[in-house]
């Protein structure tokens, strides 16, 4: 019988800092929060000041610059230890597309606010009332007007939405019906959101 020899864990020192940061918040915490039907706002403040919510900015834009390997793992210490990476785990996938399909420009103007925890990126505007998450049946038309989109439509069950300042909005620039394919003529927009935290 071959003896299996544990392989090192290349990210320990990352989930022991982690499960550190984690562990200040206790399962009575948590339970306050799903009780309340709450967001865990400090918990999100204490991860967002520790860097953890910039692991995926590149070091230009003053975020940690690393990889979906340690964006994973930021999310499973946190399930690990009991909270709720779903609460937050919105800002890891949309920078994604922020940082592949963003311009330059946009790049420049909201990452170092979002590696800071001056702005926060956690909303996704996909779902509609009639199409639900088809995204090749998007009904919601951006059209160009001077050097500025007019976004016309609407958006449904937007999570986070009262805990974001950004959010990423999925609209059509070619109608349906002039498209070769379905997937064609679609963009990305990033929109402001007012979450109540910004104002207070």
């Avoid at 999100?44 to 340690?70: K, N, Q, Y």
């Avoid at 930021?74 to 922020?98: D, F, K, R, V, W």
């Avoid at 989109?149 to 069950?157: A, D, F, P, R, T």
Wanted: aromatic share 8%.
């Amino acid at each position: 019988m071959k003896t299996q020899i544990p392989t090192p864990d290349a990210h320990r020192e990352m989930r022991d800092a982690l499960r550190d940061l984690c562990g200040s918040f206790d399962s009575a915490y948590w339970q306050k929060v799903d009780t309340d039907r709450g967001y865990p706002e400090k918990f999100v403040d204490a991860l967002t000041e520790a860097g953890w919510m910039a692991a995926l900015i590149p070091a230009e834009f003053g975020g940690s610059g690393l990889g979906l390997t340690e964006a994973s793992v930021i999310m499973e210490e946190i399930n690990y230890s009991g909270g709720n990476a779903g609460a937050l785990h919105g800002q890891m996938y949309n920078m994604n597309t922020l940082l592949h399909h963003g311009s330059p420009g946009q790049k420049q103007k909201y990452l170092p606010g979002i590696a800071s925890g001056k702005l926060r990126l956690q909303s996704m505007a996909v779902t509609e009332p009639t199409t639900g998450t088809d995204t090749t049946q998007l009904k919601t038309m951006a059209v160009k007007k001077g050097d500025r989109y007019v976004v016309n439509g609407q958006k449904v069950w937007i999570s986070r939405i009262q805990h974001s300042d950004l959010m990423i909005l999925l609209a059509r620039t070619t109608p349906l019906a002039d498209v070769k394919r379905k997937s064609e003529g679609m963009s990305i927009f990033w929109s402001t959101c007012t979450r109540p935290s910004a104002t207070a």
